[in-house]
């Protein structure tokens, strides 16, 4: 299995900042993804996370207000720009090992006053 | 689109006996898998277990089996011999199969307690 960090594990930004999390897996995998979960609900899956190239964004998700990036097989960092109290959330990212099962992060619950 | 519906928002089950979490899924594909994970308060998602729909046997991991019915696209998850350890949140999901990406779509969840 993929042991899968985050990092920030919590934070706490005002309204109009922007944050980024990273994400980091021990191990190479295929494909990697970002995922939104509002405080006991389920995930909603933000993009997927390409090595090299854009990410590919779900409906209802722009690049502008999530840009990603992924410079290596290991590594993945979402942003969260201009940020406002309705993106008060946790953010999860995930990924696809050989085994074909996806692991996941910790989470990073965000706060935005 | 695939759905998945877990019509149980949450569930009791006394230590030591048996529980079974429901799921059902939407899907027009014959290839395609189902998981349930386990989310406790700590966040952390874990997967339990995990079925490919082409396999006809259930899938079993320790106290954790599944009843997989794929006519009936119903997938539910018993736990024998409960826990305190595992009161959490499960989430059944389901993935199409390799070539269209490893997306998950997954249900409401289902809060399950544990009684001492």
């Known amino acids: 299995s993929a042991v899968i960090s985050q990092k920030p594990s919590r934070d706490i930004c005002q309204r109009g900042t922007s944050l980024t999390i990273q994400c980091q897996v021990d191990s190479q995998v295929t494909m990697m993804f970002w995922y939104r979960q509002q405080p006991g609900q389920s995930l909603t899956l933000i993009a997927t996370a390409n090595q090299g190239s854009e990410a590919t964004y779900e409906s209802g998700f722009v690049i502008d207000k999530f840009p990603i990036s992924r410079p290596n097989l290991t590594f993945s960092t979402l942003t969260v720009s201009n940020m406002s109290p309705e993106d008060s959330s946790i953010y999860l990212c995930?990924?696809?090992?050989?085994?074909?099962?996806?692991?996941f992060g910790p989470g990073t619950r965000l706060t935005v006053l | 689109a695939q759905t998945v519906t877990q019509s149980q928002p949450e569930m009791s089950v006394q230590e030591a006996e048996t529980v079974t979490l429901s799921c059902t899924y939407d899907t027009s594909e014959s290839d395609y898998y189902l998981f349930w994970y386990k989310q406790p308060p700590s966040r952390q998602m874990i997967l339990v277990i995990r079925?490919?729909?082409?396999?006809?046997q259930n899938a079993t991991e320790n106290r954790f089996s599944v009843n997989f019915q794929k006519a009936a696209k119903s997938f539910s998850l018993k736990i024998s011999d409960s826990q305190l350890g595992d009161a959490a949140m499960y989430f059944c999901a389901y993935r199409r199969s390799w070539e269209y990406g490893n997306k998950l779509v997954f249900g409401a969840g289902t809060i399950l307690r544990v009684k001492s």
């Open positions: 995930s990924g696809t090992g050989i085994t074909d099962t996806q692991y």
């Open positions: 079925q490919e729909a082409y396999k006809q």
